[in-house]
């Protein structure tokens, strides 16, 4: 059984920073890419960013320049740095991983961390 935990949600004002973590766990035999989603209230689950096990990086055009993904193979981890925070970046973010285990690659999701932005 895979397990993705996330950490580091909580509230901050405008312009202020946060960094999530989400550490994978269970029968891993590697992890391909790892990303960040987020849904707010009433929106679809959008993509934030995404990094290849070759640390590649993707990020959506709404972000770029203030978050920055990272990955720590060693732990299975993977951080999102966010900086200069906006009340419209407030979601529940979701974290991502494509995981080899004994079975074939699959897609698992944490259970989300909620980002609030107050003005």
């Known amino acids: 059984q895979v397990q993705l935990v996330e950490s580091g949600g909580g509230l901050v004002q405008a312009g202020g920073s946060l960094r999530l973590s989400c550490a994978a766990s269970g029968s891993i035999f590697g992890i391909d890419a790892m990303g960040w989603y987020r849904q707010a209230p009433g929106k679809q689950r959008e993509l934030v960013a995404t990094?290849?096990?070759?640390?590649?990086?993707h990020y959506a055009d709404s972000v770029k320049g203030r978050f920055t993904i990272s990955r720590d193979n060693a732990k299975n981890t993977v951080f999102l740095q966010m900086n200069s925070l906006k009340p419209k970046d407030t979601a529940v973010y979701y974290c991502n991983a494509v995981i080899l285990t004994p079975t074939p690659l699959k897609s698992y999701w944490g259970q989300g961390t909620q980002v609030t932005v107050s003005s």
């Open positions: 990094i290849t096990s070759g640390r590649s990086t």
